[in-house]
């Protein structure tokens, strides 16, 4: 029930209306008993977006593309992680100090976790933007060894030379523990497509996808197939969103709770579609 005390939270990004973070939000919300709601807002003008959340005093926001870097020059302050990884998703208005945070590495770092130890592990990062900039600073945190692989060879060396991984210029790379998928290939409509061939992948490897839409993209059914520990994309995004909502509430929501919330939003959707 929505009263005047009803404090607001929301995410803003553009295209934001797919968002699954307000089902994760308001339910944890209402699981905590706290009067909050979480909106979402598609935003044409940054600077705009910004002065409306000080003057709303709007207490938290989540950042999606295209805002993360970009909305950095607009806070007052930057946690120096986000700094590092040059990406904010999370804003806390601290009484009107807007605070920027990146929860997208401790989300991937988490999700990992839930399957393997990354101490002294060989890692491949398919990707060199906003989110595999994020994982490569979770692992090298974490003692892995990381490899960058990226259509655009400037990006994966620029990257790589930033936090202390090697590049791959072509080719593949073979004996790694963990790959991970930090590109939006395989995501609807591009389902049918796998950032990389099945002949790369090896039994007992670790493929983690960072594409949710769908669910089992091309690349972790394939990898299940050889055998491989796959973990998808709804893990990543649950404990991102588990951080965000600590860092504005203070508490810790449960975990398995957020996932199961999010296989049903996508299942529904998906019903919705068929
Ligand atoms: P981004 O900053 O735009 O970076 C995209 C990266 O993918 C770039 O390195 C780009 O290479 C590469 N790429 C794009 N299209 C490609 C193609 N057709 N073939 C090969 N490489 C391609 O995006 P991002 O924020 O890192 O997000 C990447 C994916 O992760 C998206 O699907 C996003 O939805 C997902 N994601 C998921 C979570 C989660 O919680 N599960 C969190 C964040 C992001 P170039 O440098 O050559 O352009």
Redesign the pocket.
């Known amino acids: 029930m929505l009263s005047s005390n009803t404090l607001i939270y929301g995410i803003i990004g553009n295209p934001v209306r797919h968002s699954l973070s307000p089902i994760i939000h308001n339910r944890a919300f209402r699981r905590i008993g706290k009067d909050a709601v979480y909106l979402t807002f598609e935003v044409n003008d940054l600077h705009d977006a910004i002065k409306g959340i000080r003057a709303l005093g709007i207490r938290g926001v989540s950042v999606t593309?295209p805002f993360k870097s970009e909305v950095i020059s607009y806070l007052d302050e930057v946690e120096p992680t986000a700094k590092k990884i040059k990406a904010v998703n999370t804003i806390l208005n601290n009484e009107g100090v807007l605070i920027g945070y990146n929860t997208?590495w401790i989300?991937a770092i988490e999700a990992l976790k839930e399957m393997t130890d990354l101490d002294g592990k060989r890692v491949l990062i398919l990707?060199?933007?906003?989110?595999?900039r994020a994982v490569a600073y979770g692992l090298k945190e974490s003692g892995s060894h990381v490899i960058i692989k990226?259509?655009?060879l400037s990006?994966a060396k620029e990257l790589a030379e930033e936090f202390g991984c090697m590049y791959l210029e072509n080719g593949l790379i073979w004996g790694v523990d963990i790959l991970i998928n930090?590109?939006?290939?395989g995501?609807y409509p591009m389902e049918k497509e796998t950032?990389l061939p099945k002949e790369a992948l090896r039994e007992g490897m670790v493929v983690m996808d960072?594409?949710?839409h769908p669910l089992r993209t091309r690349l972790l059914k394939e990898a299940e197939e050889i055998g491989c520990k796959t973990i998808d994309?709804?893990s990543?995004?649950a404990h991102?969103a588990a951080f965000q909502f600590r860092l504005w509430t203070g508490i810790q929501p449960n975990i398995r709770e957020i996932k199961n919330d999010l296989k049903e939003a996508l299942e529904r959707n998906k019903n919705e579609r068929d």
Do not use: E, F, H, W
């Open positions: 593309i997208d989300g990707g060199a933007g906003g989110s595999a990226n259509r655009s990006k930090c590109t939006p290939v995501m950032p960072l594409v949710y994309g709804l990543m995004l991102q």
